[in-house]
């Protein structure tokens, strides 16, 4: 499903569910209001308010991390008449009750409810167990089958009341204790990232026209390409500070390259953009750019295509270091993170590096990624890219890419 253009699972919407009878559910997100872009991960039950139903806390990955969802119902008050809260206590089994089933009788309708522990991805509900009675004035039967088959009955429980019941027969009502106030404070979704650093678990070699075109190899040196097009006008800026910045880089081994993928028919314009933008600033004179040819910049595409696992992934501005024997070390979504660019070199560019550490986070990779190159040739062989094909055929012939 990703290679297919599929969401990574991430920055998506909410979503909620009503069961309307059987198997059957409607998609209620929009309508609930929980639909919102907070990109959650865990979720959580528990009767904050003790009005007798169940609120909802929300972990959420992206922002605002916690979010609180009051459950508000028309004329419930306190421990409302229409709800019966039980916490089971354990003797002779685990003291938590964990796996204890209860099954509550009131009216014609009967309701079951399990102890679990740990019931949602990195979360924990209430151990409470919570009974909506509905149209219930009163319970009828309690009934409690313990860890390990023992079943107990409870008598004297009210609709509306909250008790806890101990392995044995002993039942106490526990008053309900007001949660802390909760303030609502203004929370924006966290802004997407400017820049995305993705250091490439294996290194992917590079065809010998996609390095002669870009300024080559060159023993001890990194080359760091940064991607353009006229139609992109963040790029423009990109190019004035790498520019400006090229002669520093050199110094510490790393040399810059600018290649424009923009059609050849486009070239003239591109170029003409490109001396507007940056004026007669001396980082002008500092730019090596060179134009790709429709066969270059297809590769390109399928490169990137081929890193991310992703269809029409190309999104400008992007840039690639390269290392000193023309692999693919490191993919710069975005804007350049120039705090660490030399950092980068250093460490995947200029020298060899153990592999088990590689990452923009800190640990050690445990089991390697074999890359699908043979996938890959066939993908570049089809789009017309014979050389290339051809390159990464005999590149997983010599065992790279693993």
């Known amino acids: 499903m990703i ?17 309307t009878g059987g198997n059957r559910f409607s998609d209620i997100s929009a ?46 008050g306190a421990g409302g008449p229409q709800a019966l809260s039980l916490l089971l206590v354990g003797k002779t089994c685990n003291r938590d009750a964990v796996g204890a089933r209860v099954t509550v009788r009131a009216g014609e309708k009967s309701f079951v409810r399990e102890v679990v522990a740990g019931d ?14 509905g149209a219930a004035q009163q319970v009828d039967e309690v009934s409690v089958r313990w860890p ?8 004297g429980l009210s609709a509306g009341g909250r008790y806890r019941l101990e392995q044995g027969g002993a039942s106490e009502a526990v008053p309900f204790k007001a949660a802390a106030e909760l303030a609502a404070k203004p929370a924006e979704p966290l802004a997407a990232p400017k820049s995305t650093v993705v250091v490439l678990r294996t290194p992917l070699p590079l065809p010998v026209t996609f390095n002669r075109a870009v300024g080559g190899v060159r023993s001890g040196r990194a080359r760091l390409v940064q991607v353009w097009s006229r139609n992109c006008p963040d790029c423009f800026e990109e190019l004035d500070q790498s520019a400006q910045s090229a002669a520093t880089w050199a110094a510490a081994g790393l040399e810059f390259s600018a290649l424009c ?18 004026g007669s600033s001396a980082s002008a004179r500092e730019l090596p750019s060179v134009f790709a040819s429709a066969q270059l910049a297809e ?19 992007f840039s690639l270091l390269v290392d000193s024997t023309g692999t693919a070390q490191v993919l710069y979504l975005g804007p350049i993170p120039r ?20 990452g923009a986070w800190p640990g050690s990779w445990l089991f390697g990624q074999t890359r699908d190159l ?29």
């Open 3 to 19: 290679e297919s253009g599929g969401s990574w699972s991430g920055r998506e919407r909410n979503c909620a569910f009503l069961n």
């Open 31 to 76: 309508l609930s209001g929980l639909d919102l872009p907070d990109d959650a991960r865990a979720l959580a039950q528990c009767d904050w308010d003790g009005d007798g139903d169940l609120d909802l806390w929300f972990k959420n990955r992206t922002g605002p991390v916690l979010r609180v969802w009051r459950n508000e119902r028309a004329n419930a």
């Open 120 to 133: 949602g991805f990195l979360s924990q509900s209430t151990r409470w167990l919570v009974f909506g009675l």
């Open 148 to 155: 390990g088959g023992e079943v107990e009955a409870f008598a």
């Open 261 to 278: 993928v923009d059609a050849p028919e486009h070239h003239a314009e591109a170029q003409e953009l490109l001396r507007a933008a940056l």
């Open 299 to 317: 590769l390109l595409d399928l490169l990137l295509e081929h890193i991310v696992a992703r269809p029409g992934a190309r999104a400008l501005p």
């Open 339 to 358: 705090e660490r660019v030399l950092g980068d070199a250093r460490s995947y560019g200029l020298q060899p590096h153990d592999p088990r550490s590689r």
């Open 374 to 402: 043979a996938g890959f040739s066939r993908r570049l062989r089809e789009r017309g890219l014979t050389a290339e094909a051809d390159f990464y055929r005999d590149v997983l012939r010599m065992g790279a890419g693993r």
